[in-house]
């Protein structure tokens, strides 16, 4: 009975109504960092306004929609001083001197341009993955913000980089959630052996979240599965095996019968080179699909968040890596061995609450990076691109090929 109140505690704190954070503006500290944010997206609740209302060091302070009515009930709503709208509110709210950071978590056919424009006018961004519509986009934008001297963050809550002497400048050492860190601290220990498979696996069942006519089914704004979803079990993978694939052996996609240049779902079958000299390619398997179809036409189908390893002696599995603040368990299994099951809610001696979604500890290493601090989690510019390479590269060997590249062109002074 305990287990259970503590879920729904943990639970309501995280994902109604978190713990608020003493007002930064009332004591010695420095004032708190205003958010603006670009879209008055259904994500941005759960991504940005329930994390900030816990954070001490930021204050959303702006909103920008197309439709000014549609912004104000957003900023009413959600606790946020300004807003903006019309043709012209985006970058009214860009132009805003008093906002420190931009969360964008507009469509992915407009993340480029929108935080180009963000980076030029001076602001820090947080943006919603996947980064770009290619990994072109992705090093500009990084680009810039290497020039301004800003920080960029692609939002792979459930991840970070680990800052180490090891070849991992490339590479997600995990997310910002514990969970799936203590998974790759337990394939690091050695206790399983070296990784043979790793499989990932991100399925939701048709109509959650995913609308027949939704900006996630237009190709020109970036549509797509591997897009939408596909980008966290490759970003797993590639996590976990601690490097980029060396090939995309197969990739299929599900392709959406209203537009065909759309996948519903798509499964890729890739290879990573061992970290043992002369020892077979790691296998790996991801899937993805935002519109997986009921049993017999009628039974809804969970959702399907896990990653799998399968290692030289055992095996070690991760429920729920995406939303583990809700519930997750590590399943370790040693040949010969009894199984045993884990959690992992906070870092142990480190920042963070049981209660706190990936959302919370994204922003937590977001604030810290813009204060000047080292954070306990990053995901570095190259990690970024090089997911969107992959995505790339996926969807060449599925036959669809890239989402449109953005036409925007940012002013020369």
């Known amino acids: 009975m305990s287990s259970i109140f503590g879920v729904f505690k943990r639970v309501y704190a995280a994902l109604v109504s978190p713990p608020r954070a003493p007002n930064a503006e009332n004591n010695n500290a420095s004032p708190p960092l205003k958010i603006g944010l670009l879209g008055a997206a259904a994500i941005a609740p759960h991504a940005l306004v329930l ?54 978590p507009l469509p992915n056919g407009l993340h480029y341009e929108w935080t180009m424009k963000a980076l030029a006018a001076g602001k820090h961004v947080l943006l919603e993955k996947p980064s770009g519509n290619t990994a072109e986009e992705t090093r500009r934008m990084f680009s810039l913000a290497d020039q301004k001297g800003l920080v960029l963050l692609e939002a792979f809550h459930y991840r970070q980089v680990c800052f180490n002497n090891l070849q991992m400048t490339v590479l997600t050492n995990d997310r910002f959630h514990p969970a799936i860190q203590r998974v790759r601290a337990i394939i690091d220990s050695g206790e399983l052996g070296a990784i043979k498979e790793v499989d990932a696996t991100l399925a939701l069942p048709k109509g959650l979240p995913v609308k027949d006519n ?7 704004l970036g549509g797509g599965a591997m897009m939408d979803c596909g980008c966290y079990p490759l970003n797993c993978v590639r996590y976990l095996t601690s490097s980029n694939p060396s090939a995309v052996i197969s990739a299929t996609a599900i392709r959406d019968t209203r537009d065909p240049r759309i996948d519903t779902g798509t499964t890729a079958n890739l290879t990573f080179a061992s970290l043992r000299p002369g ?40 429920f729920n890596f995406v939303m583990p603040v809700v519930y997750h368990s590590i399943t370790v299994r040693p040949d010969g061995d009894v199984p045993r099951t884990e959690k992992a809610y906070t870092f142990e001696g480190g920042k963070g ?30 990690d970024s691109i ?28």
């Open 51 to 104: 994390p900030a209302k816990s954070h001490p060091e930021v204050e959303l302070y702006a909103v920008a929609a197309r439709d000014i009515s549609r912004a104000e009930h957003f900023s009413k709503k959600h606790g946020f001083k300004k807003w903006y709208g019309g043709k012209n509110g985006y970058q009214e709210l860009l132009d805003d001197p008093a906002i420190d950071i931009v969360y964008n």
């Open 214 to 220: 939704g900006i996630r089914m237009n190709y020109d």
């Open 279 to 318: 020892a077979e390619p790691v296998r790996s398997t991801i899937k993805c699909d935002f519109a997986n179809p009921p049993r017999c036409g009628f039974i809804p189908r969970f959702p399907e968040l896990s990653v799998r390893a399968v290692c030289e002696r055992g095996s070690v599995e991760l």
């Open 353 to 382: 609450e049981d209660w706190w979604p990936t959302y919370r500890y994204q922003l937590e290493a977001f604030v810290d990076k813009v204060r000047g601090r080292t954070p306990q989690t990053w995901v570095n510019p190259e």
């Open 386 to 413: 090089a997911n969107m390479e992959w995505i790339e590269k996926i969807y060449e060997e599925s036959g669809l090929g890239s989402r449109p590249q953005s036409t925007y062109v940012l002013p020369t002074a």
